[in-house]
């Protein structure tokens, strides 16, 4: 294989891949933000503590579980709690 073959490959290669993660992390940003806005609604206007925006990050790695009980801990109720976590890995 030539070298300016070669050269072309990989940087279509890296090319690729960046664009993949470029458009995959905006996404996963948006699934913590839609579960901690779902919690929000509930607090009418109040900021999400820390607390449950940790919850809701555990959410997004699929743990729905933990995620409802993290926000059930923090205050929010059963309700609101289990379609927040719901939305989080979306």
């Known amino acids: 294989m030539r070298t ?3 050269i072309a490959s990989v940087l279509t290669g890296l090319t690729l891949a960046l664009g993949g993660v470029a458009l995959t992390a905006p996404a996963a940003h948006a699934d913590v ?3 901690i806005n779902e919690v929000e609604r509930e607090l009418r206007g109040g900021e999400a503590p820390d607390s449950i925006r940790m919850a809701c990050y555990v959410g997004l790695t699929g743990d729905h579980e933990q995620c409802v009980t993290g926000l059930t801990g923090s205050g929010v109720t059963n309700g609101t709690a289990v379609s927040a976590c719901r939305v989080a890995p979306r």
């Open 33 to 35: 933000t839609a579960c």
């Open 4 to 6: 300016s073959a070669r």
